[in-house]
């Protein structure tokens, strides 16, 4: 039986990869109260792909309580995490064959034998955050955040799946094809292991030692370009989603702007993002609320809806005594603020690449 620190420490470090997706509360409902998670993520995450998953045994998954089903779908114990890696490492010869995008696992767990162009590849992916974080602007934040949204400190992580593997007979001259999803269309890029940048499309980023700092330059345009070719709502919400971190909230600050007059979004759901001090006080200010700003407000089916106004009132009529603390009140100001700021200065680049 695992021990109480162990334990913990398999926890702590599930949370620290950046494994568990903060936006799916599904998923992080079953695993506070199951520690359990569906092992569709885990593959995903750690691997960019589940193609393997055919490969593996159920059965001996199932005997060695590292699985269950659950909900029609397999779920992982937590407590099990590095040992079904080590499983999935043996099925995929990690150490004989390029056929996954192994960043996150070789990011958060030492293997030693993994196949040496792997190495490669993670230092090449983690140069181009690099050249991104550095160069700082605003379109480079958010490609930064498409790529490793749970990027802290420069430690990335990555969101990605695997599309295809062009395997042309050598791993030097194999390809890979990498999906990043975002609001839109998703951005695809190429992962190449020639030796030459010849002739090399402008989605590409060259797997070696240590590439020129054009070649970054030369993606870097490719992808702001397939950012601009997505509708101007897209790119504000992705824009957005980078500062404030909410998906959900991103959206609803950009279609609210965009149709102003209409009362489309629910008081709950607005209220539903703030750390209030407890119920009693959530419902009085909401009352207040109400009763103060009948004009930004329309019920409609006994729900209570708002407006772009109406958001922007609600959250900055909040005051410290409603919520938990002065740091939330705090919170609340500078999401508003960076929303605010973002929603600018994102127009500003529209009109400027019109």
């Known amino acids: 039986m695992e021990s109480e620190s162990s334990y913990v420490g398999i926890y702590h470090k599930i949370y620290k990869s950046g494994l568990i997706n903060k ?66 490492c043996s099925v995929i010869d990690i150490g004989g064959k390029i056929n996954c995008c192994p960043y996150n696992y070789l990011k958060t767990f030492n293997h030693k034998s993994i196949h040496p162009y792997y190495h490669t590849m993670i230092k090449s992916i983690d140069n181009f955050l690099n050249y991104l974080s550095k160069k700082d602007t605003p379109d480079a934040r958010t490609i930064l955040n498409i790529m490793a949204p749970n990027t802290k400190n420069d430690h990335y992580k990555l969101e990605v799946e695997v599309m295809d593997i062009l395997d042309l007979g050598e791993v030097t001259n194999n390809e890979m094809v990498l999906k990043f999803d975002k609001k839109g269309k998703p951005l695809f890029i190429t992962l190449s292991w020639s030796n030459s940048k010849v002739g090399e499309p402008s989605n590409v980023l060259r797997i070696c030692e240590k590439a020129e700092s054009d070649e970054y330059e030369t993606l870097y345009n490719y992808i702001c370009d397939q950012l601009r070719m997505d509708t101007p709502e897209e790119f504000l919400i992705n824009n957005l989603d980078r500062v404030c971190g909410s998906r959900e909230f991103s959206e609803i600050m950009v279609k609210s702007y965009l149709a102003k007059k209409e009362f489309s979004y629910p008081l709950e759901i607005i209220s539903s993002i703030i750390m209030w001090k407890n119920q009693t006080l959530q419902n009085k200010y909401e009352k207040y609320f109400i009763s103060r700003y009948e004009e930004c407000t329309s019920v409609v089916d006994c729900q ?39 929603l600018i200065s994102s127009f500003e680049l529209l009109y400027k690449n019109k």
């Open 23 to 88: 936006n799916d509360t599904k998923m992080s409902s079953e695993l506070s109260h199951q520690n359990i998670i569906p092992l569709t993520r885990v593959n995903q995450f750690f691997f960019g792909t589940n193609l393997f998953s055919n490969k593996l045994n159920y059965l001996v998954l199932h005997r060695d309580s590292m699985i269950k089903k659950y909900m029609g779908i397999y779920w992982l114990y937590t407590s099990k995490l590095e040992q079904y890696l080590e499983e999935v």
């Open 304 to 342: 209570v809806l708002l407006n772009f106004e109406g958001i922007n009132k609600f959250l900055l009529n909040i005051t410290e005594d409603y919520v938990e603390s002065f740091h939330v009140k705090e919170q609340i100001n500078e999401m508003y603020y960076n929303c605010m700021n973002e």
